[in-house]
Structure formats: structure tokens, C-alpha cells
């Protein structure tokens, strides 16, 4: 950040009276333009015994297969948020159910969610940002080819829990090393 | 938002191209400055029988009581900031436990999460942000004189849940009246 995006002056990195961390503050207006951690929401879209899962077509990790998930708009809430993504990623119609994972992503400033859902038909195919889109049984999850530790870490959990018949909330942190931060 | 935070020149609002909403792009170099929700991320300090409150001493809500909360910071994982805001606005020490809460709130573009913890020590006294700290029982909380909804609910859900021994999280959406929307 190099301009005030209230007046156009220049912004210098200080801490604020009462305040513990430097922010960017306008020279001119005095405006703080504080930065804050996004959300991405995602959905598990089951149909009988298998998961919708999308084939990304847009970096990082093109090509990579994902859950349906992106970052959460304003005006929204999260159990819409992932049936929007849903819907764009994969023009598919899901019935939001619980949430079901809950990651911190600390060294990129994201929280991941994901929510189990009900695909409600078949009528699915990729969207602009998918190359791919396709149901998979656990046993056909392309583990070696997912896109984000937060996916293969809530699939993981999920087929877990599936097998007990009880799906507790899962919650955790995920650090990862320097080469793959990009991504998430 | 009318300047772009990058290089200075005018911002317009538009769709970018395979997007759906419009956004703020810079008309000169053409970074798209994307908005997105904030997380409030909040702690319930638990003391035996009781929970600590803080009463505000800023506003939105000056004089009212809040559960120690604040907006989630970048580097951190959402039980680092529950902790964190404790510390700041009631000089208080806590062992998070679970997340407990999630409350969307889309009229404000917000998102709350509180989680139980425990108060590890009495040697609490108000933040700059507090007029006062104190521990409530239940039949002390000042129902009447709290800040936010998002804090009544977690607390009512939380009252109710100890009774039946048993804490599952609450999910659930807020929207409030026009005159109430700054606040939360």
C-alpha cells in the first residue's frame, strides 16, 4: 500500500495512539487503512456415497482437483458463501447442512471453511474457473492431486467421521512450508 | 474508496471481466482492490461459576458490556485473537478451549466467533478500551446492558448448554434493524 485510497496522499507505516501494530496511515487525511485476515467457504457437496470435487482452472495449483470454495463476499453469510461457490465453480445446486471445518491459515492471513452439504441434482458442469468437474467415491480421491492441505485435511476428516456416523466440527491450524504459502 | 492504494490515480467501479460484482479497479494501472468481510473473534472467560465482562469504553456501545472481542489481526489464528483481545481489553489471562460460536452478520459484513476458554488468574483490571472488567453468574449478567447480539446469544446458548452438561457450537445468522447496523 502506497496511497490513501480515501484522499490520494501518501500513506506511512506507524502505530497509532492506544494502538499495538504499525498500519498504514494517510500523511494527508489521517485515515487508518487497517488490513485484516480473509475467508474462504467452501462446501462438501455429497451425492450417496461420493463428493463433488472440481478440477481448478485458474492458479495457484492449476489443474489440481479442489472443493467447491473462494473468498467470501461482503453482504453474505458464510453458509452462502459456499453455496455461491458452488454454484460458480461448479454450476451445481447444494442444500447447506453444518459447518464441519474450521482451518487457520496464519502465514497467509486466511481462515478456511467448509460445510457439508447435499448435492440436489446432477445437473453440474465446470464453471469459468474449473476445467473439471466429477463425483468421486473415497476410494477414487485423487489424494495425490488436491489442491490445498485445507481440502485434503476436511476430506480426510470426512470419510473418518462418515465411517463412525457422527460428524463432530474440526478445527485446527495449518502451517506450511515457505515454497507453498502462495497457495494456501 | 476513490484512490488506488498502489499508485495513486482515480478508481472506478466495475465488473472485471469473469467476475460477477462489480469491484473498485484503478484506472490507471488496473489492480482490482477486492472488499471482503471482517472477523470479530471474542473469548468467554471462564472463573467457577462465572464469566468475565468488559464494559466498553469506546464506541459503538460506550458503557454497555461485551464479552472481550475484537477484529481478527493478519498472522494470527482466530484462537490467537480470542486470547489476544482478552489480554488487551481486560488485562486477562486465558486457556482457549473450543470454538463455541459463529454468528454471521451480512448487514455489517462481519463474521463472530467466540470461543470458550478459561480464566487462568484473577489479576484482571480494564484495557484502554474498558470502563471496567468484572466476573458475573448467570443471574448477574447484565441482560439488559449488553453491547452486542452476537454476545447475548453466545451467552444465553452458553448458560443453556452448561446446564445440559454439554456444549456443542452454535451457528447461526444475525441481522439487525437499520438503526442498530454500526454496532453489530
Chains 1, 2 share one sequence.
Not at 462438501?44 to 492458479?59: H, N, S, V, Y
Not at 479442489?66 to 453458509?79: H, I, K, S, V
Amino acid at each position: 500500500m502506497n496511497y490513501c485510497s480515501h484522499c490520494g496522499a501518501k500513506v506511512k507505516q506507524e502505530t497509532p495512539p492506544g494502538d499495538h501494530l504499525p498500519r498504514y496511515v494517510c500523511s494527508l487525511c489521517g485515515t487508518i487503512h487497517y488490513e485484516n485476515p480473509k475467508m474462504v467457504v467452501g462446501a462438501i457437496p455429497e451425492w450417496e456415497d461420493k463428493i463433488l470435487l472440481c478440477r481448478r482452472a485458474i492458479e495457484p495449483r492449476y489443474g489440481l482437483w479442489t472443493l467447491p470454495a473462494g473468498f467470501m463476499e461482503n453482504d453474505e453469510t458464510t453458509a452462502q458463501a459456499a453455496a455461491r461457490e458452488t454454484a460458480e465453480e461448479a454450476h451445481a445446486r447444494v442444500e447447506i447442512v453444518a459447518l464441519y471445518a474450521l482451518y487457520n491459515l496464519p502465514h497467509i492471513s486466511q481462515v478456511h471453511l467448509f460445510f457439508r452439504s447435499r448435492l440436489l441434482d446432477l445437473d453440474f458442469m465446470p464453471g469459468i474457473e474449473s476445467l473439471e468437474v466429477a463425483l468421486f467415491s473415497e476410494a477414487a480421491i485423487p489424494w495425490e492431486e488436491l489442491a490445498f492441505s485445507s481440502v485434503s485435511n476436511t476430506l480426510r476428516h470426512f470419510f473418518e467421521d462418515r465411517r463412525k456416523g457422527e460428524f463432530d466440527l474440526h478445527f485446527g491450524d495449518i502451517t506450511l512450508p515457505l515454497d507453498e504459502k502462495k497457495g494456501a
